[in-house]
């Protein structure tokens, strides 16, 4: 559950399929190998005790979106009455939500919420990993619930609510840090990358450690999957390292004689990859990734944009001089990223895509693109507006989802408690 600027920047683009789970996934599993420890075979999920309605039945601040439901039956789903999987995920509440985030990212929950228990939050902790704005904060955790929403997470499926609403984030963290080698946290590839743009003396010791809250905020909830795009799967990694090492030093038989449950003490998580869609670039570089901390605000499409604004960011956006539109051409970077926004924007097939656009010049192309995406946002913005209006409702519906996590977070948080050999409280 970007860690980078979207701390959990694995969400995808499902609204024609439904996800696939990684069935090859190679690395998570030599990773695994590399600790040395059992894998766990099956995990011991705590489900939530029974919670009040959610307040989404009883506020208009709604953000479902009928035209983009996906039904149970694609994958996962709880038609016979059994007990679906549960996934996680989140995104940071620092800089606007952009493209990137909605298509790479929050998109895909609408039909994830559909298929599995589903909690989405703001992982508003993780945020001050480098220098933020403190008069800032509380009121981009709010903006981004909202976004959340206007998107069309359903709360009547989804919980959604703050991190930092449900302490057991950091007090998981701890316990957790204390098995973490520091050596597995030294590897990490974002640590090194965001230490050496600021300045090792200017380096908080959160920057290095906030994969062990980012593996808290996975294993409290006892997921089954994270969404995951492929510049995240290494703090997956070590999210499954991490379960695996507590999993062999504490559970089992060691836990059932202190008077547990005995067994595993959390469930390891599997990734789900994306078909397609989970890495959108920068408008001014096909070959990175589209990000709220990059320096120009041209480099990205926010939510919030109007339609003059996303008009004239397209079309000074990079291009090409290739003659014909395609995509995966390796020397056409920004061609691809563009056709893939079209793509997901349009809900059209990749197929269809290439067949209407082989042969446009970019002067036709950009004004189609530019209509498509501002047909897409709209509603949305529309939803936002209509959803800040009413604080004493979003503020609700976050506390409700606090609730509910706190349910299952605490139960897990007991066990770990109980299985390092605390004195009950």
């Known amino acids: 559950m970007s860690i980078s600027s979207s701390v959990f920047s694995y969400f995808l683009n499902l609204s024609s399929s439904s996800p696939r789970l990684l069935l090859n996934a190679s690395s998570l599993s030599s990773a695994t190998a590399a600790t040395g420890y059992r894998a766990a075979t099956h995990g011991n999920g705590i ?19 009928p035209s983009e439901a996906v039904t149970a039956s694609e994958g996962g789903g709880n038609a016979s009455g059994s007990v679906r999987k549960r996934v996680v995920s989140g995104v940071q509440p620092t800089g606007s939500i952009h ?56 709360t009547s499926k989804a919980a959604v609510f703050v991190q930092s609403h449900v302490r057991a984030h950091v007090e998981l963290m701890w316990l957790l840090s204390s098995d973490t080698p520091i050596g597995w946290l030294n ?54 390292e991490i379960a695996e090492r507590i999993n062999y030093l504490y559970g089992g038989r060691k836990w059932k004689k202190l008077g547990g449950r005995g067994g595993t003490i959390f469930k390891v998580p599997e990734p789900l990859i994306p078909p397609a869609g989970a890495r959108i670039m920068s408008l001014t570089d096909g070959l990175s990734k589209m990000s709220k901390s990059a320096p120009s605000d041209q480099s990205r499409i926010n939510l919030l944009d109007s339609k003059d604004v996303i008009a004239s960011k397209i079309k000074r956006c990079k291009t090409d ?32 895509v290439t067949q209407e656009c082989q042969d446009m010049n970019w ?23 209509e959803i800040m209006s009413d604080s004493t409702c979003l503020d609700g519906i976050l506390a409700e989802g606090a609730l509910k996590a706190s349910e299952i977070a605490d139960a897990t948080l007991n066990n770990v408690y109980q299985a390092k050999g605390f004195l009950r409280r």
């Open 47 to 65: 489900r939530a005790s029974k919670v009040r309605a959610p307040l989404l039945s009883r506020c208009y601040c709604s953000g479902v979106l």
């Open 99 to 154: 493209l990137g985030n909605y298509l790479g990212a929050i998109k895909n929950w609408i039909a994830l919420q559909n298929t599995y228990e589903t909690l989405f939050f703001i992982v508003d902790l993780h945020a001050i990993t480098l220098p933020y704005d403190t008069q800032q904060l509380a009121k981009s955790t709010r903006d981004t619930a909202a976004i959340y929403l206007a998107c069309g997470v359903d």
């Open 187 to 240: 590897r990490m590839i974002q640590f090194k990358e965001k230490s050496r743009k600021a300045g090792d003396e200017n380096v908080g010791a959160a920057l290095l450690t906030y994969p062990v809250l980012m593996a808290a905020d996975i294993l409290l909830y006892q997921s089954d999957f994270v969404p995951v795009g492929e510049d995240q799967k290494q703090h997956l990694e070590l999210t499954r």
């Open 321 to 352: 001089s290739f003659s014909g539109l395609e995509f995966d051409n390796p020397e056409r970077p920004e061609c691809s990223n563009l056709l893939s926004i079209y793509q997901l924007v349009s809900g059209k097939t990749k197929e269809e």
């Open 363 to 385: 002067g036709t192309f950009k004004p189609l693109i530019t209509d498509a995406l501002i047909d897409h946002l709209h509603p949305i913005q529309v939803r936002y507006e």
